[in-house]
């Protein structure tokens, strides 16, 4: 298995990502792992590298900030563009990156297609849930208008990923939505409920941002606005909040001695409230295998999404979506 | 001025909307405050009250759980309803309830009627922001399926209340998205952003859930559904991540001595965070004054919004929505 890595898209790469890469290849020996980008700056990282790990040089870097659809079309010679294109010709089968999502998804999107029966791929991050489970979110921003029909597919794609890659058994599908009565919602919302309620998978109902965390559910499905406003809420909410605290503790001798006694507590939560432990968000429903690591990943963060890459192609997932969605199209027009 | 509590409603009814009407009435003593219920409950806790204070018998209530529509519709002698038709009446300036969300915003609706040049009213809470200001989102869940007009709508609203009853000076309004840059977003969004840019108001931009706490706008404007996801999700992570905190707090000797020491600092932060400093959510755009105090509002939340309403009530909020929708709308259509 060949997992490609953008080693030049992130807030703290090259380095982290060479970092995490090692850290992954010396654990999987059986992986291949390819860094994408400039060599010149590569190669000294790679110092005491496995031989397991290798370079593919690529010229151009595409920034955070740039437009997706525009930094695709010309960049083309840029280590997320090769990284997809690698997938795409079959030289890779996964590519990573912490790069920009938007041009994440647009390669991936555009360079390596869909997944036939899937009409538009989610982002699908996992977040974290009280009991460290995590939490499967499709979608959290690919798709900005979606209709009934989008999210029952979101729907199939999470219930296998939790499946297979997560291990649960007849993972509990749950509705994003204003509360959990069945009239409840928006025109899309109360579409979807039937659909769901008619399909095989295990549908559990409607359910609201405060309850997800909890884990009432294992995926949840959303239109990509309403995902990405959840999301970047949960991370927002949680760093407005650590952030209040920790200037508390810096206020007093006696609050810094406090905080010195509890510093293994929050050291806990926070880990357990990490968006990176479960590894990066999927674009599930495109051919290739594309993740898209947190933009702040750190060594650590970099080594799960590669293991979570490899998990996902062992268990055939894709091949599965795509036998999956036929039976559940059948089923719908049956 | 005249202010209806309907005593009957919210988790810890009648007593604490008792205390927190007293409260208010000796504070404000130019206000008269009527509490809507069963007289044979308030009665007895009503010995020692201010002489501004009074009961309106009402026989029935609503509970929490009851469908919206129908409890409104067959209730009619409901604290609830009795509350919303003596504002209808002028009997009452505005009313209040911390009871279910849906049947005010029916019975505000059905029985009051809209603001003229207001399509669809918000309901319109005032989230927390790390500074203590302050943010109101509208619109938090009364129209699911909105139009890029009821959000310059919304903003007009937004705008005005900040002016007037926050007393921010050019209020800021943003447009709840997915990213800042302009072309961001759903069909909604990106029609909105159009509209909003060529208003008079003082429109910001695209914000973030993540940016809100931060106090980057004065005002948010949102279709219901997503406005809903936000608050509902913000309540949730704080919930979340406060209770896993305390659940540390308590592992250890050393732990609970810690938390002592910072016992403080974390009524602090409490504070900052809690709903209910800034009042109830308004239900802005219908021609009676509606409040929706928290559903576990405590007598402290109750006296705030009695406060909030006085001040809206004096400031003459709605009677300033009419006249500038018609300006704004002219505009528009100029």
Known sequence: ????????????????????????????????????????????????????????????VIATEEEPVKAVRRKRDSSLVVGVTMVKNGEADAIISAGNTGALMTAGLLITGRIPGIDRPALSPIIPSVDGAGVMILDAGA???????????????????????????????????VGTEEKKGNELTKATYGLLTNSSLNFVGNVEGRDIM??????????????????????????????????????????QLGAM????????????MDYTEHGGA???????????????????????????AC???????NGLIAHEIQKESGDLHA
């Open 1 to 60: 298995m060949i997992i490609a890595i953008d080693a030049m898209g992130g807030d703290l790469a090259p380095n982290s990502n060479v970092e995490g890469a090692i850290a992954a290849a010396r654990k999987m020996s059986e992986a291949r792992l390819v860094l994408v980008g400039d060599e010149a700056r590569l190669r000294p990282l790679l110092a005491d590298a496995p031989q397991n790990i290798e370079i593919r040089h690529a010229e151009e």
């Open 143 to 177: 798709n900005m208008d979606a209709h009934p029909e989008h999210l029952l597919q979101y729907a199939v794609m999470g219930s296998i990923y939790a499946e297979k890659v997560m291990g649960v058994s007849r993972p509990r599908i749950g509705l994003l939505n």
């Open 214 to 255: 909890e884990h009432v559910c294992d995926v949840v499905v959303c239109d990509g606005f309403s995902g990405n406003i959840l999301i970047k809420t949960m991370e927002g909410m949680a760093k407005t909040l650590l952030g209040a605290l920790k200037e508390e503790f810096t206020r007093s001798l006696t609050s």
């Open 261 to 272: 006694m509890l510093r293994s507590g929050f050291k806990r939560v926070k880990t357990q």
């Open 282 to 308: 999927l674009l599930m429903g495109v051919q290739g295998t594309c993740i898209k690591a947190h933009g702040s990943s750190n060594a650590l963060a970099i080594q799960r999404t590669i293991e979570q």
């Open 311 to 317: 998990k996902f192609i062992a268990q055939g997932v």
